[in-house]
């Protein structure tokens, strides 16, 4: 079916899919099918930020007390996080916007991807501040084969979805020859791939980001690196709503209560649904070993790491009915909850400042000499 | 809102019974009783703290945004309005 960015047909909203039924035509929000997506964007937009209001001018002297070993660390993280927002940055929009039937979803899908961008340009507002020219790093997350490989990985599920789209919107359902490879088009194949797409980004979202997150907040947990930290707080609140999203649409399909042939996918795909996240588990702990490869942390080594990711991947697993696969019963980083939780209930006892109140005014002024009348 | 004054019993299956206290979300009472609970946002949007409800009845403090199945709730953001008893 022909991609048309108004469809002149009037369709029943409250009667279409969330994927593949008619593409939308008028952005309406007073009839939902799926109300969660429009709280889901009020509330995103409630949490709009800007990384230039976060100061991060302390982390440039923090940057140069780290051992190497910790360099390495604090630097292939930032690397993996520039590299996962790159994808979620445009993906959602390429792959999704194009087969979305709900408007609010339509328009929740769009606010998501914003949000990356935003997540984006903070790595750069980092990085600028650690290094004179960052380009050495930027470069080398397309050279560096640990980031690679994830990035295969990642990427592949959204490519499948949006090439087989492309096939669909341009030649319609049959068997097409693409520079001599055969495509099978059919919309059980197409929904396959969607769902199975849906998944890798549910576990990117769910799994993925919190070994970057842990990392960052093990440097603040020791005060170092504190506006990165402040930073990171404010992408993980937003990934927070990211996961409850795709966590939302893999539950809609999977109790029937969207697509009835998605139920029926979701029943059909359940192993390779949990292949992909066991696979995303598995990809993470070696990523855990990477970073560690020069040396731990105080607070943080490879076997914590791994055990938090297994310790996640339970309690992500088993909010989409996948179970929960590890035996590991107690949080091994009890500590992450409180760079977690939201600014508004509890404020961590580790934050120098509460970050809602930073819009616009922010104290960059602390010198070293304010501590001379310290005394231990 | 005057049933959330009320002081209700929460028990956990195959565990503690205690008290809840006026004001207090359910999570912050299961804390104050040293119940080992996962949380994230505490705001009802990442449902990190979700957990069965065996019996009885909660109100939510704020709409819960996170992804909860029929038989479940949300610490985070809920009180008891009847004694309830809770899996976690």
């Keep these: 079916m022909k991609y048309t960015t108004f469809n002149q047909q009037n369709s029943d909203v409250m009667a279409e899919p969330m994927f593949f039924g008619n593409p939308v035509n008028v952005a309406r929000y007073d009839q939902q099918k799926h109300a969660i997506f429009e709280k889901l964007i009020e509330k995103q937009i409630s949490f709009f930020w800007r990384p230039e209001e976060v100061d991060v001018s302390k982390d440039r002297s923090d940057f140069q007390g780290l051992s190497d070993a910790e360099k390495h660390i604090f630097i292939s993280n930032l690397k993996y996080q520039t590299l996962l927002d790159s994808i979620q940055g445009r993906s959602p929009n390429i792959a999704f916007l194009p087969i979305v039937s709900l408007p609010e979803l339509e328009t929740w899908i769009e606010t998501w991807s914003f949000y990356e961008t935003i997540h984006s340009r903070s790595y750069t507002h980092i990085l600028r501040n650690l290094f004179t020219d960052p380009s050495a790093i930027f470069d080398d997350i397309v050279e560096n084969e640990e980031i690679k490989r994830r990035a295969a990985d990642i990427s592949k599920y959204y490519d499948d979805l949006i090439f087989a789209t492309q096939l669909w919107q341009t030649q319609g359902e049959g068997t097409h020859v693409i520079d001599g490879e055969t495509h099978v088009v059919t919309m059980r194949e197409l929904k396959k791939k969607m769902y199975l797409c849906m998944n890798s980004v549910n576990a990117l979202e769910a799994i993925r980001f919190y070994v970057s997150f842990a990392c960052t907040f093990a440097f603040a947990e020791r005060e170092l690196m504190e506006g990165n930290s402040k930073i990171i707080r404010l992408i993980a609140r937003d990934e927070n709503l990211h996961l409850s999203s795709t966590q939302h649409i893999l539950n809609l399909w999977a109790k029937g209560k969207d697509d009835p042939e998605m139920a029926e996918i979701a029943k059909e795909c359940e192993a390779e649904a949990r292949a992909i996240f066991l696979n995303a588990v598995q990809q993470e702990k070696e990523w855990a070993a990477f970073l560690f490869a020069n040396g731990s942390m105080i607070g943080l080594n490879e076997d914590i790491l791994c055990q938090y990711v297994e310790y996640i991947a339970n309690q992500r697993m088993s909010a989409i009915g996948l179970g929960q696969p590890f035996d590991i019963a107690s949080n091994p980083l009890p500590w992450m909850n409180n760079y977690l939780s939201s600014d508004n209930v509890q404020v961590a006892p580790q934050e120098s400042e509460i970050s809602s109140y930073l819009v616009g005014q922010i104290d960059s002024e602390v010198s070293e000499d304010e501590f001379d009348a310290f005394e231990l | ?88």
């Design chain 2, 1 to 88: 809102m005057s049933e959330t004054k009320q002081i209700r019993s929460i028990s956990i299956a195959n565990g503690p019974s205690f008290l809840s206290t006026p004001d207090n979300t359910l999570l912050a009472d299961l804390e104050a009783q040293g119940i080992p609970i996962e949380y994230h946002c505490r705001e009802g949007y990442c449902g990190a703290c979700r957990c069965k409800l065996i019996s009885g009845e909660v109100d939510y403090t704020v709409d819960p945004l996170a992804f909860i199945d029929d038989d479940e709730i949300l610490p985070c953001c809920t009180v008891a309005l009847t004694d309830v008893v809770l899996e976690i």
